[in-house]
């Protein structure tokens, strides 16, 4: 399955993107490219 979830729970916040160093290798190419076209190419897989 495919898309931006946001998941909330009004118990317990859990995000992995929070948990993960700013300085991870995978973090920063997130601030240097734009991987939605991905999301429009294989929308219909």
């Known amino acids: 399955m495919q898309g931006h979830k946001q998941f909330t729970d009004n118990v317990?916040?859990?995000?992995?993107?929070?948990?993960?160093?700013?300085?991870?290798?995978?973090?920063?190419l997130a601030e240097l490219l734009d991987w939605d076209?991905?999301?429009?190419q294989t929308q219909s897989l």
């Open 12 to 28: 317990l916040r859990f995000r992995l993107s929070e948990r993960v160093p700013k300085q991870n290798l995978y973090h920063r």
């Open 37 to 40: 076209f991905l999301y429009q």
